[in-house]
């Protein structure tokens, strides 16, 4: 982990780490506050989802791969210029 990083295993800790109520994280994302707290207790989150929040919540998603020769960066296409969707709720 780089150093000064918090750890959370949750949206919703993410959420409350950047001090934000379900209903004005919602409003960022342009979904209801029902969907949102949908999309918190789901186990299983798509990555476009949790892109889409981490951005809401003003940064950027970084995936790192711990290999047994080295670490990988993970890279993929920007969903907004590929046609992809809204974050799922479902």
Partial sequence: M???AVETSTLA???RLKGLTQVELAERLGMS????SKLERRRDLRLSSL????????GELELRASLPDGDLRLVWPDPV???AGEP???
């Fill in 51 to 58: 892109r889409s929040v981490v951005r809401a919540l003003g």
């Fill in 2 to 4: 780089r150093a000064g």
């Fill in 81 to 83: 210029h590929h046609g």
């Fill in 88 to 90: 799922d709720a479902d």
């Fill in 13 to 15: 800790g993410l959420r």
């Fill in 33 to 36: 506050q029902s969907d949102l």
